[in-house]
């Protein structure tokens, strides 16, 4: 399978939609992508996996990243993909749609239509976003192949309603193990019941007052929260063991050591096991690049609630923001799409600022 890369932009990101590729099985995508890639002659493509890298090499002061994700969660009965209403109101619906097919869509027509841009580009397409962390494509080319991701600005093409999210929320799952006694419960005095003595874990959380740094000029909003809690083996045995699991989301001017200490300040008392853990990203809107494009943009920059993978390219020293059409919020669901309009405003905005 081949890509037209010069098509227009709706319709190439219909085709990579219409091409499933649930994490685990982006192969036949990354092959189409791979063999339009080849084909537009002035790019340097390299592979890894089914991850992708193709960059030009000009010899330009400055060097931009523009990377976006192959896969897609599971499909639910909505590809291949539709279109409802007209003109500006037209909507592409579908698996991939919003996350993040048309954000790479846009990407993709820039490596075929920028031929000769103002900046070198480095263009990434990778594998397993949507997994545990631990099969991420980009994940992965930071350990194997860091200098294929050399830049000094990166976009990164989660859906952010075509304006620009800077960075990113740092996240920090981790465990609080109750232990109790059993015992018959016809005869509860004889035992401890681990569930109850969750409560004054609970009441930590319900009384937790978010913290709202601003970082870099923009205001992020801390979250704690518990996410699953288990205990009980029968309807007539104490239980002797409640188990906790608790989110936290914290500004990225901390990091990952900063929100663990601020945990066990919270929990004092309680043991806390790391269950996972990633490192937020500032926006780094203070470097000459981002000034550039959001002056394109146009648009008041806003932060990015949630954790991305502009998290990797901080930790390469690069500075990079969310920037892709569709909401974040339809990101996941079965009624998925992403506005025509979107799209096509994402392409002239990236086709300008590099042209």
């Known amino acids: ?27 036949n995508l990354a092959d189409a992508v791979e063999a339009s890639l080849r084909k537009l002659g002035h790019l340097e493509v390299l592979r890894d996996g089914d991850a992708l890298v193709a960059r030009t090499n000009l010899g330009r002061d400055k060097r931009i990243v523009l990377a976006g994700h192959l896969d897609t969660v599971p499909i639910k009965d909505n590809l ?45 397409c990778y594998d397993n976003e949507e997994v545990a962390s631990v099969k991420n494509g980009l994940g992965r080319l930071v350990r194997n192949h860091p200098d294929w991701l050399a830049g000094d600005f990166a976009i990164l093409g989660e859906p952010s309603n075509s304006g620009v999210e800077g960075g990113c929320q740092g996240t920090m799952r981790v465990r609080i193990t109750l232990k109790g006694k059993a015992a018959h419960t016809a005869r509860a005095w004889r035992g401890i019941n681990a569930i109850h003595a969750a409560a004054p ?9 978010p913290r709202r740094p601003f970082v870099d000029g923009l205001q992020y909003h801390e979250g704690l929260n518990a996410v699953n809690i288990q205990g009980g083996i029968a309807g007539n045995v ?70 991305t993978d502009v998290a990797r390219f901080a930790e390469l020293g690069i500075p990079a923001v969310n920037y892709a059409p569709g909401d974040p919020l339809l990101a996941h669901t079965d009624e998925e799409y992403v506005p025509v309009a979107e799209i096509r405003e994402c392409e002239r905005v990236l086709a300008a600022w590099l042209s």
Not at 80 to 108: I, N, V
Not at 201 to 209: F, G, H, T
Not at 245 to 266: G, Q, T
Request: aromatic fraction near 8%; proline fraction near 7%.
């Open 201 to 209: 874990v609970l009441a930590i959380l319900n009384a937790y007052e």
């Open 80 to 124: 291949p993909t539709w279109t409802t209403g007209e003109g500006d109101a037209q909507l592409l619906h579908g698996r991939g749609t919003c996350d993040m097919k048309a954000g790479l869509a846009t990407q993709l027509r820039i490596a075929a239509t920028v031929t000769e841009p103002r900046h070198d580009l480095t263009f990434v």
């Open 238 to 307: 104490l239980p002797d063991e409640c188990v906790i699991d608790i989110n936290h989301r914290f500004a990225p001017d901390r990091s990952v050591d900063e929100a663990y200490a601020y945990l066990r300040e919270v929990f004092a008392g309680y043991e806390l096991e790391i269950r996972d853990q990633a490192p937020g990203a500032r926006p780094g809107l203070d470097q000459p690049a981002a000034a550039e494009f959001l002056a394109v943009v146009g648009k008041e920059p806003a932060p990015k609630f949630g954790w």
């Open 1 to 27: 399978m081949t890509l037209d890369l010069h098509d227009d932009v709706v319709s190439l990101t219909r085709a990579l939609c219409d091409i499933p590729s649930v994490s685990g099985d982006e192969g």
